[in-house]
DNA sequence: CTGAAAGCGCTTACAG
DNA sequence: CTGAAAGCGCTTACAG
């Protein structure tokens, strides 16, 4: 089966390359519509499919971006990753997916490799401040966004989320309803995010009188470290009412740990997660956390790369989204 | 801040391009050690990143694969994508992403989005009987490997699982523990392993003389469908004391709509679901089911299609995985 | 309204 | 041990 090119449709219609090329890319203005007409007919009948290897080579543009993440299998990323994809594709773009597990080392081999491909631009998810990582990206000039994971750095575009905000509203949630002696559950240290998050939780309870380091647990994102903690929680803290896990996983492995131990939720105890992945809907009771609008954060972050990588004027370097309470059945 | 070429670094090293290309393709057996050492030590110092683009182009080769899915939200999908990224990464390929939500037109147009983008091969998880994909990926020419969904067709490679052997096993394990009245709730009609799965409860039961249409269910292997069609088995079966879902995220919804209405799980109805996907381990209590190798069934899709690709000899045209019966809290 | 030619950055026989 | 040259399949000024 060898392979119909270009040159093979100008040879049968009768005209060179260039006109053949032209009416491809709609730069057809000045070609008379018999012999666009000849050339489409032709294209179909050998059932063309253009190289666009060649095209990339010679106008040094893709029309792929590179989605550097974690884990696809964590909900959340599979969210972003899902909408990142839509948008890409209903804008003419392919989406290249790169698991990091958030190892700074396979970010910098996957941005190597996708540079080389001639990537137009990448959305970054970071697994913790990745600089070497965006250092090539700005030496090679390659256009770049961040989703989710906020990196401190001038020069960054981003969309992220107002994660402080989202806690104080949760914290204040469970307030209101009286509880006074609230866990809280953090991320990984070394993510800012994690940092934006436990301070939401600190400013408010201090606010009120009720922050105390003994209500403060290390946690990692995770459904096992969820589990694990809780049982740490449920061992060392002699008084809780309610449980704020700073991700939805944590917060399912905490509930599973706490129904097998008896304890009634909401009867019992209070959880809160953070985020709103699909299956917090899948338990039972569903769980009551912040939202973020991930699809929609997917959704601008592939519109903002695309932008950029247009060169386009005016686009605004950072997108924030406001996350906000979702009530359902556990709390 | 110009791209540097294999050009710049045959200047630089007073050498020819074909010496440097040489080198980088470990073609070098007859290069000095000196060349090669000069070569190797110019392109660190310009931080040289090979252009693949252009090498594709000549090679024809791309070292990307595509992995055509209904959607990477749905865990067993991206559990299946995640394996088959990592496979594919330890051999130097990349992966694109392609979504179709089972839309056979989505699945054509990715299709040949992905061979003019030079794509080394394909892994395809169909949403029907696609005939019209499965026709243009054979004209031209791509391989490719299906994956969980079966396909009728001659010439096909693919890794699949053994649907049938996995529910009768489901099915005998609750026959034996005295159960009688087992509900089935069927998955999307065309395709081949709702069919299957459907027949290894349909023969089980009435090898036992259990088999009554009444029993069987039509669902669509979403959650809202498993909460749709379960809600229907409460109104309508007046004895049930087990349902068994033909895929893990139906079962999810059916719980939660079986607990909403009392009743108690595993007391009042044993409840069975298929894939072992991660998130049966995030409910309380954990759900019983028959487990897919789904990490090793998306790594074996990978490895065989790069088999294909290498055009290596005597490899299996279809694996066959045994699916287990993993027993946890809800049957 | 259309064609000839150069170029994108590589690889690959071939020659010496 | 290394180089000159053609070629991969496109696009893009430029010329007419």
Redesign the interface.
Known sequence: ?KKVTISDIAKLAGVSKATVSMVFNNKDENISKETRERILKIAKEL?Y??????R??ATNR?F?IGIILP???N?FF??I??AI??EA?SLGY??????TDNKIEKEEEYI???????IDGIIFIAGGDSKKSIFLLK???IPFVLVDRYIEDKDIFGVFCKNYEGIVDGVEYLLNKGKRNIVFVKGPQKLEISKQRFLGYKDTMQKYGLYSEELVFQGDFT?EGGKKVTEDIIKNVKKFDSIFYSNDVMA??G??VL??HGYKIPGDVNIIGFDDV??S????P?LTTIAQPIYEMGKSACNLLIRLINKEENVEKILYFRPKLIIRGTA
């Not at 499919?49 to 060649?54: D, E, G, K, L, R």
């Not at 392919?94 to 698991?99: E, S």
């Open positions: 089966m059932n499919i253009p190289n666009s290897v060649a990339s080579l893709s792929s884990d696809i299998t909900p599979s969210e990753a899902r994809e839509d594709n392919n989406v290249v997916l790169c698991n190597k490799l996708l540079i080389s491909k001639l030496e090679k000039g459904l399912f492995g509930i599973k129904l097998k699909q299956i809907k899948f338990i039972e569903e």
